[in-house]
C-alpha cells in the first residue's frame, strides 16, 4: 500500500475548496507567524508577557476588524477571517485572543450597534492598531450566566453613571476603550468606557498558568459618568453582546485548528525521530493509531468550521451551529494537544516543544466564550426545545 501521498495537517485538501483570495490571506498569515510570531512566542509565554509591537505588525497586515466594509477595515469575507485565526493561533492563542477581541468583540458590536460618530472615531483607529480594545461581560460572580449580571448604570440627565466591575477580561490593561455592559432600566447597553474616565481601573491577574502571553484583567466602575455619546444606540438586551459573541466563537472554531496542527505536526516529527526498541516509536500500531485519531479530529474540525464560514457568508448562520463547532474543535484540538505532550514523554513537559504551551492555552480556550458545557446544553436546547440553564 503507497504511503505519504496527502498532506499530514490538510487530509482532505480543504485547501482545495479556497478561494485564491483566501489562499491569499492564508499563506500571507502564515508566513507571518512562521517567520515573526512562532520564534517568540515560547519565551513570551515563559515571561508572562503580551509582545505588544505584534499589534502593529497584524494591524499593518490588514488583520484588524476584517469583516468590516470601510472605515480603513479590509472587507473580507467569513471564511478569510477564520484562516486569519487559525493561522495565528498556530503561533499562539494569545495572538489570536488579541485579534478576537479587537475585531469580534470591539469592532463588531461598534460597527452593528454604534452611532456614526463612535464608528467613525474608533474604527479606523483600531483597524491601525493606534487603539485598543476590550469587552466587558464577565462577571466575578458566574461568567456562564452573564443575565445575572451586576454592573449597572442609571441615567443622570444626559449622562450615565456606571457602577460595578468585570472579571477574567483580555486586554483589560492596554485598552484604550472598554466595551462594557451593564444593566439598566431600559435592558442591558453597551458603554464605550475610556481609559482616563474618573472612577474606572483596572487591574492584571497575575500568576496564570495558561494564555500567559495575553494580557487579562478586571476593570472596576466606581461612579464613572458616561456621556451619551459613548452609549451604543443599537441594541438594549443581552441580545448585544451574545451577539459579538457569535461573531468571536466562530473565530475560534478555527483558531483552535491551528493550535491542535501545530501540536500533530511536532508529535509526528518527534515519534518518527524517537528510536524506543530499535525502531521509531511512530512505526507502532498503538502510536500510529494515536496519530491517525489527532488527524480524524483536525479533519472533522476543518470540515465543520470551513462549512460553518460558508454558511456565515450567506447570511444564515445560526448560534446552535457556532456552539457546536466551538464545543467539537475546542475539545478536539484540547485532547490533542494533551495527547501530544504525552507522545513527546518527558521532552513534552518542556517549552522547548509546543505541545505543553498550546494545552495549557487551550484550558483557557474551552473555557471562555462559552465553557463546553454552556454550548452543549445550548445544542441540547435547539433538539429537544427545552431550556435545561432554568
Ligand atoms: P437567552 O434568554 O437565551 O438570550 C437572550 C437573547 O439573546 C439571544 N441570543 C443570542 N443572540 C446572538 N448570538 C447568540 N449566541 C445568542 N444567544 C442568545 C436570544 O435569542 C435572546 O434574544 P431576544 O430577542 O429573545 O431577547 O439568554 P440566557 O441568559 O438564558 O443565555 C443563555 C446562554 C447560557 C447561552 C448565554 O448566557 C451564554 O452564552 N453564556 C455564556 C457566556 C459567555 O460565553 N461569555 C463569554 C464572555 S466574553 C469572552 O469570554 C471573551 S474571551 C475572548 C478571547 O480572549 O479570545
Ligand atoms: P462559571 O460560569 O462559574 O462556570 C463554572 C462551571 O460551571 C463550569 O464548568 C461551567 O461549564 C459549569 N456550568 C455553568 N452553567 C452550568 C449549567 N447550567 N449546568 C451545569 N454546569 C454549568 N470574559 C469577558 O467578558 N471578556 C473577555 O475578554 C474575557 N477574556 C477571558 C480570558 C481568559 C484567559 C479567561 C480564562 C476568561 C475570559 N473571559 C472573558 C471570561 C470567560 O468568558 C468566563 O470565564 C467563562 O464564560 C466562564 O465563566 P466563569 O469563569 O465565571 O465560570
Not at 87 to 101: H, I, P, Q, T, Y
Not at 166 to 179: E, L
Not at 310 to 328: C, E, H, M
Request: overall charge negative.
Amino acid at each position: 500500500m503507497s504511503t505519504q501521498q496527502l498532506d499530514p495537517l490538510d487530509l482532505y485538501d480543504v485547501r482545495s475548496e479556497l478561494s485564491e483570495d483566501e489562499i491569499m490571506v492564508k499563506d500571507t498569515v502564515a508566513r507571518y507567524v512562521d517567520d515573526k510570531v512562532i520564534p517568540l512566542m515560547r519565551e513570551a509565554f515563559e515571561q508572562h508577557r503580551f509582545p505588544r509591537h505584534l499589534i502593529g505588525e497584524v494591524a499593518e497586515l490588514g488583520l484588524l476588524g476584517t469583516s468590516i466594509d470601510g472605515y480603513d477595515c479590509a472587507g473580507l469575507n467569513s471564511v478569510s477571517y477564520g484562516l486569519i485565526c487559525q493561522e495565528l493561533e498556530r503561533g499562539d492563542s494569545a495572538l489570536r485572543s488579541f485579534v478576537s477581541v479587537q475585531s469580534s468583540l470591539v469592532m463588531f458590536p461598534i460597527h452593528a450597534y454604534g452611532s456614526e460618530e463612535q464608528k467613525q472615531r474608533w474604527l479606523p483607529a483600531m483597524a491601525r492598531g493606534e487603539a485598543i480594545g476590550c469587552f466587558g461581560l464577565t462577571e466575578a460572580h458566574g461568567g456562564s450566566d452573564p443575565g445575572n449580571m451586576k454592573t449597572h448604570a442609571k441615567r443622570d440627565g444626559d449622562d450615565w453613571i456606571l457602577n460595578g466591575s468585570k472579571m477574567w477580561i483580555t486586554n483589560a490593561t492596554i485598552a484604550d476603550a472598554a466595551v462594557v455592559w451593564a444593566m439598566t432600566d431600559e435592558g442591558v447597553r453597551g458603554f464605550i468606557v475610556e481609559k482616563d474616565m474618573p472612577g474606572y481601573e483596572t487591574q492584571e491577574i497575575e500568576n496564570k498558568f495558561s494564555l500567559r502571553a495575553s494580557v487579562t484583567g478586571a476593570l472596576f466602575f466606581n461612579d464613572v459618568r458616561i456621556p451619551a455619546a459613548n452609549v451604543l444606540p443599537g441594541v438594549s438586551s443581552l441580545k448585544g453582546p451574545l451577539s459579538c459573541l457569535t461573531q468571536a466563537r466562530y473565530g475560534i472554531t478555527w483558531g483552535v485548528i491551528g493550535a491542535a496542527q501545530a501540536c500533530l505536526d511536532e508529535a509526528l516529527k518527534y515519534s518518527q525521530d524517537r528510536i524506543l526498541f530499535n525502531r521509531p516509536v511512530a512505526h507502532t500500531q498503538a502510536m500510529q493509531i494515536r496519530l491517525a485519531d489527532m488527524s480524524r479530529r483536525i479533519t472533522t474540525a476543518q470540515l465543520l468550521s470551513l462549512r460553518l464560514g460558508r454558511i456565515k457568508d450567506k447570511g444564515a448562520l445560526k448560534p446552535t451551529q457556532v456552539s457546536l463547532a466551538k464545543w467539537n474543535n475546542c475539545r478536539a484540538a484540547l485532547d490533542i494537544a494533551r495527547d501530544a505532550r504525552d507522545i513527546l514523554g518527558g521532552a513534552g513537559i518542556s517549552a522547548e516543544y509546543v505541545p505543553i504551551r498550546h494545552m495549557l492555552n487551550l484550558e483557557s480556550v474551552i473555557t471562555y466564550e462559552g465553557t463546553e458545557t454552556v454550548h452543549q446544553l445550548v445544542v441540547g436546547m435547539e433538539l429537544t426545545g427545552t431550556n435545561a440553564f432554568g
